[in-house]
């Protein structure tokens, strides 16, 4: 069977396209440019089973006719991770809201008009910021599940960097299962969508020459090169570790009783002291070199405001999920390893 991932570059989905390949499948991937197409192919060995095509820009409302044009009598899955995950801009519609919203649309479009009868499956990657607007966080007793919706409006969502993101995984998700209600009949297709909170976890193929990580591993990469007198960041979430994420992609097509869902991905509550905790406990040589903060503190944080009940998923994916301190120990640990010999 043929997979379909779009936004192949990213962190999260070279380890789908990593898990795809070994699990057997032919996979064809996206990515902005002929450049980028080229380094990853190398970075799989050049594997026969894995090709790649260019998707200049998810704005753009056709960005993947040509590919679905080109390959959709073999595609029968499809996997759509690409969305801009940044907060360093202040044009929020522009570089969050309307990439993420129009790239939704077009590739269920190219699907309907190149692969109405061959897709069978749909995971759209969406993520815990669906569910909950950034300004109900600390609301004490909120419990979140499966079907809570974040209810931000486009009129008011352009406050801040956070809020529009989260606002732009609302929308695109919206429009994932509005397009299957107005299309019943039109689309084969059954979609499931996976919602992951804050994702750490090791690179599928780390690089000496990238100081900066993805939004969320720069969670714990700026914590590990935080001088031990500088202010950081009190900062809680929930985590879930880049393998279960992969994982959750694959099982979400796999498993019948996944189709029409939306999946949870939620490992627990974090804070950033307990990241620090893990590091100065299992990392000696960072020892006095990073904060310290106050030991032992960061349930006063996890326990308040809102929490998570994935319940539902967690029967549903059948399998356990990563615990923070192995997805902490295994990033740090890689972090350290590539530096060590840049
Ligand atoms: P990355 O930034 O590593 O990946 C984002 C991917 O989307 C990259 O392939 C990127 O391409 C592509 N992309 C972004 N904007 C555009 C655009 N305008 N046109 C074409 N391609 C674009 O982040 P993650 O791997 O973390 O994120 C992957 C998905 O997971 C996203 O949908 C994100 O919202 C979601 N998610 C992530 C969470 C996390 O904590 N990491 C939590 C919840 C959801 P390029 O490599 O060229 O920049």
């Not at 998810?58 to 995950?85: C, G, M, Q, R, Y």
């Not at 109900?136 to 979140?144: K, S, W």
């Not at 009129?155 to 429009?175: G, I, L, M, P, Q």
Request: aromatic share 10%; proline share 3%; net charge negative.
């Amino acid at each position: 069977k043929t997979v379909f991932v779009s936004g192949a570059t990213g962190f999260i989905a070279l380890h789908i396209v990593n898990d795809l390949l070994n699990a057997g499948y032919r996979v064809i991937g996206s990515a902005r440019s002929q450049e980028k197409c080229g380094k990853l192919l190398e970075k799989f060995g050049n594997n026969p089973s894995l090709s790649m095509e260019v998707v200049k820009d998810i704005s753009d409302l056709n960005a993947f006719d040509e590919v679905f044009k080109k390959h959709a009598k073999d595609i029968t899955i499809v996997l759509h991770t690409a969305s801009p995950f940044r907060f360093d801009t202040t044009e929020y519609e522009k570089d969050l809201i309307i990439p993420a919203v129009n790239g939704t649309k077009s590739i269920f479009n190219a699907i309907k008009k190149y692969g109405a009868q061959t897709v069978e499956r749909v995971v759209v990657t969406s993520s815990g910021a669906a569910q909950i607007q950034p300004a109900y966080c600390n609301r004490d007793g909120l419990i979140v599940d499966e079907s809570t919706w974040n209810d931000c409006a486009w009129a008011n969502c352009t406050t801040d960097a956070v809020t529009a993101y989260c606002a732009s995984k609302t929308f695109a998700e919206r429009v994932a299962w509005d397009f299957l209600r107005e299309n019943k009949g039109q689309v084969k297709f059954k979609l499931s969508t996976v919602m992951p909170v804050n994702v750490f976890g090791p690179q599928m193929f780390p690089e000496p020459s990238k100081t900066t990580l993805n939004t969320s591993s720069e969670i714990i990469n700026k914590l590990v090169h935080t001088n031990k007198d500088t202010e950081w960041d009190q900062f809680n979430g929930g985590y879930i570790d880049v393998r279960d994420v992969s994982r959750a992609h694959l099982c979400a097509f796999e498993k019948e009783e996944c189709a029409g869902e939306r999946l949870s991905l939620f490992g627990g509550m974090f804070a950033t002291q307990d990241i620090l905790d893990i590091i100065n406990d299992d990392f000696p040589q960072l020892k006095g070199k990073i904060p310290v903060g106050r030991p032992g503190t960061g349930k006063e944080l996890t326990t308040k405001g809102f929490q998570i009940n994935n319940e539902r998923t967690k029967i549903l994916l059948g399998f356990e999920f990563i615990g923070l301190r192995q997805s902490v120990d295994d990033s740090v640990r890689q972090i350290l390893e590539v530096e060590s010999k840049a």
